[in-house]
Every structure is written in C-alpha cells, then in structure tokens.
C-alpha cells in the first residue's frame, strides 16, 4: 500500500475562505488527504506570506459545490475521515466583507474604517432607531437587502452546517449497527464563534449556538465546536507588496483595548477578548481532529493558550 492511501481524508466547506485555506494548508502540513468545497471551487487570490509556502496548494482537491445542493455534496463526504464547516456572514449585509479584506494605505484608512462600519450597520443603525421601528421586531433587526433573503444568520451560519453534519452522518452510517457508530464517531468542526463585543449583532451569536446544540446531538460525530473571536492573517502587509489591509487595523484596535484593560484589571468587567492569528485557530482545528479525547467546546481562551 502507498502512503498516499494511508492518509486520512478531510472535507473542508469553505476552503477558500479566510479561515478555510489557512486549515487546508495546516491540514496538509500535518499529512491529510484534503478536500475544499465551495461554490466558486477555487482560491480567489493566492494566499499572503512568502510563494515558497505555497505548494501545498497544489495537494488539495479543489471542489465546485454549494452546501445547500445536497447531490453534488454528498458525493463529497462520502468515505471522508473528518469535515470541517467554515462559513457564515457576521452581518447579513455582504459587502462588509469585501471592505475589511481590501488593503488600505497612509489617509485612507479612516475612510475605509468608516466605510467598513457603514457596511455593517448602515440598516441595523436605521432599524435601531424606534422612530424606524415596524410592527414585526425580527424584521426592523434585520440587515438584508430586498434581494438578498438567502443570506440570514440561520440560512448561512446554522441551516447549512446542520444539513452537512447531517449528510456526513448519513453517507458513513453504518447500517443497523448504532453501536460500531458510536465507537467510530467521525469528527465534524462546526467554526462557530465568541461572544466578543456587544456589537456583535445577537442574531449572528443566536445562529451559532442553535447550530452547536444541534449539531452536538448527532450520535455518530465526535463534535468539535471551535469558538474564535476576531482573526488576523499573520501574513497581513508582510513580505508583499500589498499594504496592509482594513483587518489588520481593526485587530490592532481590538488588541489594544484587550493590552489596556487586562493592564487596569478590567478585562473581565468590560468583556475584552483577545484576537488570534488564523494561522493559529487554523493550527488548532487540525490538532483537534487528531486527538480522539477532544470534543465539545473549544473556547477562545483554550485557542489562545494553545497558540502560545
Ligand atoms: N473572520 C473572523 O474574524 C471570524 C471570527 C470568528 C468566527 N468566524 C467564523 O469563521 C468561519 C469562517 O469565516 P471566514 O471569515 O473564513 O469566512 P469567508 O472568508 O467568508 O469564507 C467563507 C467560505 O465559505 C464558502 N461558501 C459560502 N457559501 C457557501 C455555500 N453555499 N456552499 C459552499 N461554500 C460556501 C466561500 O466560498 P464561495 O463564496 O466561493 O462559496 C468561502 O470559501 C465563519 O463561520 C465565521 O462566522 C470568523
């Protein structure tokens, strides 16, 4: 038998995304078969950091499918040792993600802060204004476009990774036998999140924790329920010519207020949470797949510590 049969394999949905090609990469570093799955199918723009890391590229299976298309995405998990679900919006407006990845330079960055913070609230800071307040209170909270019903926290954040835990656990079921299942339970990381600031929208934070319960009550999956707060790349504006990019300034704000206020001892009064380098949560999640004896929660502070 060839080494390459030996490997395990992976399924990562949302591959491509921030977070999604940092766990491919770690994941081949540490000698799995991987698979990305998303809809696009490949990466955008290569990753940041130096071209000479990039040849794990090349080994993972680059995989056109939409989570919510249950045909092309059974296929997929069927015989995989481990699937990772690594997608959801933090506001259900979608271009504030293009705005917090775009590189930014010198003068603009406070018009790309303020243009990022629009991008996330410029209907919710509408809705919170009791004047613009409708009878239906779910709707006045919501942030979504006429256009864009596919995009709520519970399509994206919950329904999706429940309907792939879902059809993992179906497509490796095996028949009748409800014991052997259990013993073998097959790990699945929903990347769900912290509460980290109350200016996280509930919605987003509500949408995680239905999934978790859920997606913990499947008896055949050893869940992993990874709960990062903010990410930076640690790569972000270095050894490219890129400038660094929205993110990264935002980090650097979150991490200061984190630094002062664990300096005056007020931290835990005021909430302030850590960011982490997604190198590290993406670290993290591989480590957790091979250690049989983790399961459940993995909050920020054991990714923090882990990182260390
Ligand atoms: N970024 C942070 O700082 C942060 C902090 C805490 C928690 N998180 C959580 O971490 C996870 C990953 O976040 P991220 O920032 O890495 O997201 P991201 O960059 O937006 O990546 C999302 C990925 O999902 C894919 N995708 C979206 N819809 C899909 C669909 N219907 N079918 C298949 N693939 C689909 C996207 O590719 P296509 O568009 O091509 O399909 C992309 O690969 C999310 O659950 C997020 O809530 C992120």
Redesign the pocket.
């Known amino acids: 038998m060839s080494s390459q049969t030996l490997k395990k394999s992976l399924v990562v ?9 940092r766990i491919c990469q770690a994941a081949v570093a540490a000698g799995w078969q991987v698979t ?6 490949k990466l ?1 723009s290569l990753p940041t950091g130096p071209p000479t890391q990039n040849s794990w590229i090349s080994q993972v299976n680059w995989v ?5 298309n249950k045909e092309s995405l059974a296929p997929q998990l069927r015989n995989a040792d481990a699937v990772v ?6 506001f259900e407006k979608d271009k504030y ?1 293009d705005v917090i ?1 775009a590189p930014v330079s010198g003068k603009a960055i406070a018009n790309s802060m303020k243009s990022f913070i629009s991008s996330c609230f410029s209907s919710s800071a509408k809705a919170a204004n009791p004047l613009n307040q409708t009878l239906d209170s779910s709707r006045a909270s919501s942030t979504v476009e006429p256009n864009d019903h596919n995009r709520t926290y519970n399509k ?2 919950r329904d ?1 990774a429940i309907l792939l835990a879902n059809t993992f656990a179906e497509e490796n079921a095996t028949k009748g036998n409800e014991e052997v299942e259990q013993q073998a339970r097959k790990p699945f990381v929903y ?4 509460y980290t600031s109350p200016m996280i929208p509930s919605g ?1 934070i509500q949408s ?1 924790r239905q999934a978790e319960d859920t997606i913990a009550r499947i008896p055949s999956l050893r869940p992993i329920l990874v ?6 790349d640690k790569y972000d504006g270095v050894n490219t010519h890129e400038p660094h990019t929205v ?1 990264h300034y935002l980090g650097g704000i979150i991490e200061a207020q984190y630094n002062v206020s664990k300096t005056l001892g007020l931290d835990m009064a005021i909430g302030a949470k850590p960011t982490l380098a ?1 190198q590290d949560v993406a670290n993290a999640v591989v480590e957790a797949l091979n250690d049989s004896s983790i399961e459940g929660v993995v909050s920020l502070a054991a990714l923090k510590e882990f990182s260390r």
């Open positions: 949905v949302g591959g491509t995304g921030f977070l999604g090609k990305s799955v998303s809809r696009y199918g955008k056109s499918a939409d989570v919510f679900h690594s997608m959801g919006v933090l993600k990845n994206v954040n999706s990347i769900s999140a912290e987003y995680k709960r990062p707060g903010f990410m930076y993110r997604v």
